[in-house]
Structure formats: structure tokens, C-alpha cells
């Protein structure tokens, strides 16, 4: 085992430079400079521009970007409490029956929040469909449109005769060419890692046969401490 000292030292160094890099290239969202891969980031951002009818060129005023967060993040809390009250006539719903109105309606709230606060009991409540594709989904929107906010905020102080820029820019702009990058890369480091083996597989099984527990089988990995 590495030494405790090295241990801190390397994970204070990753952090920081980590901090740097990142921060480097999301002050250059804000302000539209060029970032590095600039030309083929703009055409991926650009061919979803023109998908769902935005003008990259229209700013918008506070009122207009702040209306502009706020319907979205409605539709799309609309959208997980409706999949989470309906789990049980989903695909892969597993016999699971959909989630009681209020708790829908506290986990939606939640995590369109960014607050992730869980009262529903993992696999045992969420069939993987809710799991991977409805719970996976806000949790990509959620901080987008928080990015989103931070970076319109940032603009009120260095870009007062430009406007806050465009909501839905900056919100494609933060899932397309920041959250899904790492996400992806971050996936690829835990496979290497093999972070899904963090039990020894005979005693844990042995633990959970001892308990007679129902357990599902599934990539819950994402939302697993």
C-alpha cells in the first residue's frame, strides 16, 4: 500500500491541475473563445443547433434566460415524475410497480435540483429502465442547466453591454462538449479499474443469500456509493 503522505500529495496534485484545466476551458465557454478542437466541437454543437431550432446568434435578457431555465427544468421534472408514477408498464420494469405521487414527485424535485436526495430504496424500488435511462437523463440535465445559470450569472459582471448570452447555447454547449466527454472518459477509467469488483464476488453473495434479499443484477455501478 502506498504511503499515506504520497497518497495525499497525489490526489491534492490531480485535484488542482484537474481544477485548472477544466476551469481553463469552461472560462472559455463563457466567453466564447476558441477552445482547443474548437472547429469540430462547433460542428457537433452546430448540427444539434439546427436540430432543435436554435439561433446560436440570439441573446437573451435576464428575464428570457432565467423563463428559459425554469420551463425547462419544469418539463423535464415533468417527464421523470410521469416515467417513475408509470415504472410498472415501462420496458424492463421487473415487476416493479411505479413510485407513489409524492415520492415521484420528491425525487423529480430533487434532482432537477441537483439535490439528489434518494427515499426510494435503489434496485428494490427502481427498475433498471427508471435506473438507466429516466434517473441517467436528469442527471445530465440538472447540472447542465446549473452550469448554465453559473455561466449567465459570471456574464452579468464581465459582459454587461453583450447580454447573458442564450440559455439553450450554453445549456447543449455543457452536456455536448463538457458532461458527456467526462462521463465518458470517467467510464472508461473505472472499467480499466475494474471499479465493479469491490467485494470479494464468494462472501458477498454469501452475505446476500444469508439475508434473503432479492437482488438485481444490472449496471447500478453509476449510482452506488
Not at 35 to 44: C, G, I, S, W, Y
Not at 93 to 107: E, K, R, V
Not at 138 to 153: K, L, Q, R
Not at 202 to 207: I, T
Request: glycine content about 6%; overall charge positive.
Amino acid at each position: 500500500m502506498a504511503d499515506p503522505v504520497v497518497q495525499l500529495v497525489v490526489l491534492l496534485g490531480s485535484t488542482v491541475t484537474m481544477a485548472v484545466l477544466f476551469g481553463m476551458y469552461m472560462a472559455r465557454m463563457i466567453t466564447y473563445e476558441s477552445r482547443p478542437l474548437e472547429k469540430t466541437l462547433a460542428r457537433v454543437e452546430n448540427g444539434f443547433y439546427r436540430m432543435v431550432g436554435i439561433d446560436k446568434d440570439q441573446q437573451m435578457s435576464w428575464k428570457e434566460y432565467l423563463l428559459a431555465l425554469v420551463v425547462t427544468n419544469a418539463i423535464v421534472a415533468g417527464f421523470v415524475f410521469v416515467m417513475l408514477v408509470t415504472q410498472g408498464v415501462l420496458p424492463v420494469s421487473q415487476g416493479l410497480a411505479g413510485l407513489s405521487p409524492d415520492l415521484a414527485f420528491h425525487t423529480a424535485a430533487s434532482f432537477i435540483t441537483n439535490t439528489d436526495l434518494q427515499h426510494y430504496a435503489g434496485d428494490q424500488q427502481l427498475s433498471v429502465f427508471s435506473q438507466m435511462v429516466v434517473m441517467t437523463f436528469v442527471m445530465f440535465v440538472a447540472p447542465a442547466s446549473g452550469i448554465a445559470a453559473a455561466f449567465a450569472f459570471i456574464r452579468a459582471f464581465i459582459r454587461k453591454n453583450f447580454g447573458l448570452g442564450n440559455f439553450y447555447v450554453d445549456f447543449i454547449r455543457v452536456i455536448v462538449t463538457l458532461l458527456l466527454p467526462v462521463a465518458f472518459v470517467s467510464a472508461l477509467l473505472l472499467m480499466f479499474l475494474e471499479c465493479r469488483r469491490r467485494y470479494p464476488r464468494r462472501q458477498q453473495l454469501a452475505r446476500w443469500r444469508a439475508a434473503s434479499r432479492r437482488w438485481s443484477w444490472a449496471p447500478w455501478h453509476p449510482f452506488c456509493p
